[in-house]
Structures are given as structure tokens and as C-alpha cells.
């Protein structure tokens, strides 16, 4: 299914986070995220308030326009799966999802008759029911208790990366206690805590469990010098004072750029001595919007709004982009009060946010090879790693050819994506993780490093492909075909370069 596979890069990250209220920092425990999705007309068109046992709507009938928008653009993009299957005549094209399954409320076929002899759409239907359901759930404006993110942790009680329960107990999150809460919360942090559960010293990714390879082994101990304290030691804000700055250089971001940045403080708080700087670099990263804008917003929320209000995301004017092709780039950023341009500095759009005293983040929107050389002297395996979430390695370019037989170049040998990118990485000698959406991702990325030039026989194993415990557990469903259902960060792996040894505590 050559249209598929070149559909579903655009799925496997496809920026549909969604637009959290950016609350401000504040003194108190846990931040509130109120007023997600709000509905950018509140006083004209105010929001029916669905109770618990009505989440349930067919797309065309939903109280909620960017979800009756999200069932257009499914109708106008995906095809009838029994039209696909039996054409009736040939040369005839097949039809265009028409008729919604009352059971699941999806655009599922061209027509009732057709769905009546699909037999194969109960496979799917309680899944996107379930989908339907979430989405209504998140849009109906309850108190989203499952997006209280707590304070820092006290340094004598042990975080678990063991699963999502025991980290958000051991972390004193609410308690989730639906599975509809746990996918809302594992979708919101899967970035920050995929990151945090390889790091820490606590990973449950270990030798033990063949996970971690020998070399890898020797990698996530030197990253863990920096990132914690000697045994023994507090492990608390006052002791990182004379520690380096971990660098995480997030590649090819997309949704994962546009998470708020209190979010990604949930990350620091795994590393209470450690000070971090997220670097988000690729060519759909977000940006905060323009400044002269974001000014005028502030003066007018300032007479009548809150703090939390202030931070909030502006909504983008259409309802909903649809996650096909080349997949929307995630809409602006807020632009806190210490949010400066750094186009000087690196020469594309980009930012830089002290955002604590622990934690900066800045976004670059260019292709890592344009800004390597700003960095290529600088790496250091005992402060910096890199990730890679869902690359898509083994997936066809979009923009580049083979130039022997015209077909599309894989991405991790394209030019125009991972061609020279990789080489580099592993140039560094700092482990670079990666994630896929799913076991035929994985494998497919995976095996695309046994053909890449300069890649195959240059790497060696840090982990092991397999499962990643905190993917997310919310199922996103393509809109060209919504029978095609992936998770975000649902496996991982990683490699470092071989060559040197690395410099210090490598016997
Ligand atoms: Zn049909
Ligand atoms: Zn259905």
C-alpha cells in the first residue's frame, strides 16, 4: 500500500495536541489548566456542558464545531473501505466516506448498505468510539483534574518509572481514576516522561532486562553523573550549583514543541540538582506568535482577564487541519515576558525562554543539518542526547529521488530529511533516542539503518528495540483512513556512534 505508507508520516506526529491553557507559574501545588478548548466566541456561543454519560455524538452532530469540522475533512479524504474492497465495476472509483456509524459516530462509509456488510469495521468501531468519546470528553470544559501537574518532589521520596500508575503515585498526581483520565494524562506528558524515564537512574530500562546493552550502559552512566548527584548526596536544587547544563536536543519536533513549558517542567522535577536546556530544532517547530500581536492580546485580556488567561494560546482560524500529507505545523506558542528571538544567534526563526532558574527552552525552525555547525564543537556524551520522536527513518521521502530509478529515497537517506543528520549525531558520541508509533514503525526505522550511508556498521546500541511504558495510551486515528490507529511513542530504541572511547569513567 504504497498510498498509505507515504500518508502516515503525516500521522505519526501529527501536531493535534491539544491547545492547553498556558497557566503562568505560580506559587500554588498544582497548576490548573483550565479553559482548554475554549471556545474562542464564550459569550456568543456558550458551550453546552455534556454530562458523563453524553459524550457520545455522531461527528456531524457534535455541540462542538471543530469536531463536526474534523468529520468534513474525514469525508472529503478517506474512502469507503467496502467500495475499496469489491469495486462494482471496473475502472470505478471507490466512494468517499458518507454515512457515520451510529455505534461509533465516525464518517465510516459511503453508505448505510455498505457499512451493514462490512463485517471487518467492528474491529475498529469500539476503539473510535472510544476516540469520539475522549474528544468530546476533553472539549465539554469539566475541571480537567487529570492535568493538575504536581510541584517539585521532595528529595527523599523515590520516583517509579515501573508504568504510568506507579510514577503518578510516587509523583502525587490525582489519582486517574478512569481509563479516559489516564489517556488524557499520558498523552499530555509522554514527551517529558519519555525522556525522564530513559535518563533517570531509576529507568526501568536496565542490563537486568537485556533493554540496555553493555555500551549503553556505559552512556546512560555518564549522562547520569551530570543528571544526579553522588550517592548519598540530596539530590535538591542547591546541589546542582556547580553541575553543566544537560543539554536535550529534541529533532525534527512538531507537537511536542508546543507543549506549554510548565509541562516540560515536569521533567525537571525528575532531576531536582539538574539544569536543563530543551532544544527544539526542525523545520515545523512552533514559534510563539508574533509580538506585536501578543501585546495587543495582553492589553485586552489585561482589563478583563486573569494571569491565566494572559498566557493563553491564541485559537488558529480554521477548526481543524487535518493530519494528512505533509502534517500542520502545531499553531504558535505563547510568548512569555522573557521569550527573546534568537535569529541572530542561529540565523532562522527561532526563540529562547529562560523559563525557570532550572530550565530554558529554545525552538529553532530549520533542519538540524542548516544549524549543526552552531553545536558541532560543543558536544559532550556526559551533558547532551539527543531525540528523535518518530522520526520516520524508514519511511519514503517526500521531496527527494533515487537519482538510478526515480523512486522516493528513505528519509534517513534523503537529503532533504535525515540524510545528513544522522552522521553527525553519531559523530558526537551521545545517545540518540528514538521512538516510533507502533511495531511495524519501529521495525521499519530500525531497519532503514542497515541501508543508510554513514549510518549502517557506524552505530552501536544503547537500547534495545521494544516497548516505551510511557507512550501515549490515547489511540490517534488517521483522517485519510480511520482505520489506521497509531500511539504516540508507543516503542523506543537508541544507538551512539562507535569510535572513540569515551573520555572519562569508560574502563
Ligand atoms: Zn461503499
Ligand atoms: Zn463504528
Same mark, same amino acid.
Given at each position: 500500500?504504497?498510498?498509505?505508507?507515504?500518508?502516515?508520516?503525516?500521522?505519526?506526529?501529527?501536531?493535534?495536541?491539544?491547545?492547553?491553557?498556558?497557566?503562568?507559574?505560580?506559587?500554588?501545588?498544582?497548576?490548573?489548566?483550565?479553559?482548554?478548548?475554549?471556545?474562542?466566541?464564550?459569550?456568543?456561543?456558550?458551550?453546552?456542558?455534556?454530562?458523563?454519560?453524553?459524550?457520545?455524538?455522531?461527528?456531524?452532530?457534535?455541540?462542538?464545531?471543530?469536531?463536526?469540522?474534523?468529520?468534513?475533512?474525514?469525508?472529503?479524504?478517506?474512502?469507503?473501505?467496502?467500495?475499496?474492497?469489491?469495486?462494482?465495476?471496473?475502472?470505478?472509483?471507490?466512494?468517499?466516506?458518507?454515512?457515520?456509524?451510529?455505534?461509533?459516530?465516525?464518517?465510516?462509509?459511503?453508505?448505510?448498505?455498505?457499512?451493514?456488510?462490512?463485517?471487518?469495521?467492528?474491529?475498529?468501531?469500539?476503539?473510535?468510539?472510544?476516540?469520539?468519546?475522549?474528544?468530546?470528553?476533553?472539549?465539554?470544559?469539566?475541571?480537567?483534574?487529570?492535568?493538575?501537574?504536581?510541584?517539585?518532589?521532595?528529595?527523599?521520596?523515590?520516583?517509579?518509572?515501573?508504568?504510568?500508575?506507579?510514577?503518578?503515585?510516587?509523583?502525587?498526581?490525582?489519582?486517574?481514576?478512569?481509563?479516559?483520565?489516564?489517556?488524557?494524562?499520558?498523552?499530555?506528558?509522554?514527551?517529558?516522561?519519555?525522556?525522564?524515564?530513559?535518563?533517570?537512574?531509576?529507568?526501568?530500562?536496565?542490563?537486568?532486562?537485556?533493554?540496555?546493552?553493555?555500551?549503553?550502559?556505559?552512556?546512560?552512566?555518564?549522562?547520569?553523573?551530570?543528571?544526579?548527584?553522588?550517592?548519598?548526596?540530596?539530590?535538591?536544587?542547591?546541589?546542582?550549583?556547580?553541575?553543566?547544563?544537560?543539554?536535550?536536543?529534541?529533532?525534527?519536533?512538531?507537537?511536542?514543541?508546543?507543549?506549554?513549558?510548565?509541562?516540560?517542567?515536569?521533567?525537571?522535577?525528575?532531576?531536582?540538582?539538574?539544569?536543563?536546556?530543551?532544544?527544539?530544532?526542525?523545520?515545523?517547530?512552533?514559534?510563539?506568535?508574533?509580538?506585536?500581536?501578543?501585546?495587543?492580546?495582553?492589553?485586552?485580556?489585561?482589563?478583563?482577564?486573569?494571569?491565566?488567561?494572559?498566557?493563553?494560546?491564541?485559537?488558529?482560524?480554521?477548526?481543524?487541519?487535518?493530519?494528512?500529507?505533509?502534517?500542520?505545523?502545531?499553531?504558535?506558542?505563547?510568548? $512569555?515576558?522573557?521569550? *527573546?528571538? %534568537? !535569529?541572530?544567534?542561529? &540565523? #532562522?526563526?527561532?526563540?529562547? =525562554?529562560?523559563?525557570?532558574?532550572?530550565?530554558?527552552?529554545?525552538?529553532?525552525?530549520?533542519?538540524?543539518?542548516?544549524?549543526?555547525?552552531?553545536?558541532?564543537?560543543?558536544?559532550?556524551?556526559?551533558?547532551?542526547?539527543?531525540?528523535?520522536?518518530?522520526?520516520?527513518?524508514?519511511?519514503?521521502?517526500?521531496?527527494?529521488?533515487?537519482?538510478?530509478?526515480?523512486?522516493?529515497?528513505?528519509?534517513?537517506?534523503?537529503?532533504?530529511?535525515?540524510?545528513?543528520?544522522?552522521?553527525? $549525531?553519531?559523530?558526537? *558520541?551521545? %545517545? !540518540?533516542?528514538?521512538? &516510533? #508509533?507502533?511495531?511495524?514503525? =519501529?521495525?521499519?526505522?530500525?531497519?532503514?539503518?542497515?541501508?543508510?550511508?554513514?549510518?549502517?556498521?557506524?552505530?552501536?546500541?544503547?537500547?534495545?528495540?521494544?516497548?516505551?511504558?510511557?507512550?501515549?495510551?490515547?489511540?490517534?486515528?488517521?483522517?485519510?483512513?480511520?482505520?489506521?490507529?497509531?500511539?504516540?511513542?508507543?516503542?523506543?530504541?537508541?544507538?551512539?556512534?562507535?569510535?572513540?572511547?569515551?573520555?572519562?569513567?569508560?574502563?
Amino acid at each position: 500500500m504504497f498510498a498509505r505508507s507515504v500518508r502516515l508520516p503525516s500521522l505519526r506526529r501529527s501536531g493535534h495536541l491539544p491547545v492547553y491553557n498556558i497557566g503562568r507559574p505560580g506559587a500554588e501545588k498544582y497548576r490548573s489548566f483550565l479553559n482548554i478548548f475554549r471556545n474562542p466566541k464564550p459569550k456568543s456561543e456558550p458551550l453546552p456542558a455534556l454530562s458523563d454519560n453524553d459524550l457520545f455524538h455522531p461527528f456531524s452532530k457534535s455541540p462542538f464545531p471543530e469536531v463536526r469540522a474534523r468529520g468534513e475533512a474525514i469525508q472529503s479524504l478517506a474512502l469507503c473501505s467496502v467500495c475499496t474492497s469489491h469495486p462494482k465495476h471496473a475502472g470505478e472509483l471507490p466512494s468517499r466516506v458518507k454515512f457515520e456509524c451510529p455505534d461509533c459516530g465516525w464518517p465510516s462509509h459511503c453508505s448505510e448498505e455498505h457499512w451493514q456488510v462490512d463485517k471487518e469495521h467492528k474491529k475498529y468501531c469500539s476503539r473510535l468510539r472510544e476516540v469520539n468519546e475522549d474528544e468530546h470528553d476533553l472539549r465539554r470544559g469539566r475541571k480537567m483534574r487529570e492535568f493538575q501537574l504536581p510541584g517539585p518532589q521532595a528529595y527523599e521520596e523515590a520516583i517509579s518509572f515501573a508504568n504510568w500508575d506507579l510514577f503518578w503515585y510516587t509523583r502525587g498526581f490525582p489519582s486517574m481514576d478512569t481509563e479516559r483520565s489516564r489517556r488524557h494524562a499520558s498523552k499530555l506528558l509522554t514527551y517529558p516522561l519519555t525522556i525522564g524515564s530513559v535518563l533517570h537512574q531509576n529507568s526501568g530500562l536496565t542490563l537486568n532486562n537485556r533493554r540496555v546493552t553493555l555500551e549503553g550502559s556505559r552512556s546512560l552512566a555518564a549522562l547520569r553523573t551530570t543528571l544526579h548527584v553522588p550517592p548519598g548526596a540530596p539530590d535538591t536544587e542547591e546541589a546542582g550549583a556547580a553541575k553543566p547544563q544537560i543539554r536535550v536536543f529534541i529533532l525534527g519536533a512538531r507537537a511536542e514543541s508546543s507543549l506549554p513549558p510548565h509541562v516540560w517542567e515536569q521533567l525537571c522535577m525528575l532531576f531536582p540538582s539538574c539544569h536543563f536546556h530543551l532544544f527544539f530544532i526542525g523545520p515545523q517547530v512552533s514559534l510563539p506568535k508574533p509580538a506585536d500581536e501578543a501585546v495587543a492580546r495582553n492589553a485586552k485580556s489585561s482589563a478583563s482577564g486573569t494571569a491565566e488567561q494572559r498566557g493563553e494560546c491564541n485559537e488558529s482560524h480554521s477548526l481543524y487541519v487535518p493530519n494528512i500529507y505533509v502534517p500542520p505545523t502545531p499553531k504558535p506558542i505563547a510568548r $512569555l515576558k522573557r521569550t *527573546r528571538s %534568537s !535569529i541572530q544567534l542561529y &540565523g #532562522f526563526p527561532s526563540y529562547t =525562554i529562560p523559563y525557570t532558574p532550572q530550565l530554558t527552552i529554545t525552538g529553532i525552525q530549520a533542519n538540524y543539518a542548516e544549524v549543526h555547525q552552531h553545536f558541532a564543537e560543543t558536544f559532550d556524551p556526559y551533558a547532551d542526547v539527543f531525540f528523535l520522536f518518530s522520526p520516520g527513518f524508514g519511511f519514503p521521502s517526500m521531496r527527494s529521488m533515487s537519482q538510478l530509478d526515480g523512486t522516493p529515497l528513505l528519509q534517513i537517506a534523503s537529503p532533504t530529511e535525515w540524510g545528513p543528520v544522522v552522521p553527525v $549525531l553519531l559523530t558526537s *558520541r551521545c %545517545s !540518540i533516542i528514538v521512538t &516510533g #508509533f507502533s511495531p511495524a514503525d =519501529i521495525e521499519r526505522d530500525v531497519r532503514s539503518l542497515e541501508i543508510a550511508p554513514n549510518v549502517a556498521g557506524e552505530f552501536e546500541w544503547v537500547i534495545n528495540p521494544g516497548i516505551n511504558v510511557f507512550g501515549s495510551e490515547k489511540w490517534e486515528v488517521a483522517d485519510f483512513d480511520p482505520r489506521v490507529m497509531v500511539k504516540a511513542n508507543w516503542g523506543l530504541w537508541a544507538i551512539r556512534g562507535k569510535g572513540r572511547q569515551i573520555r572519562k569513567g569508560d574502563q
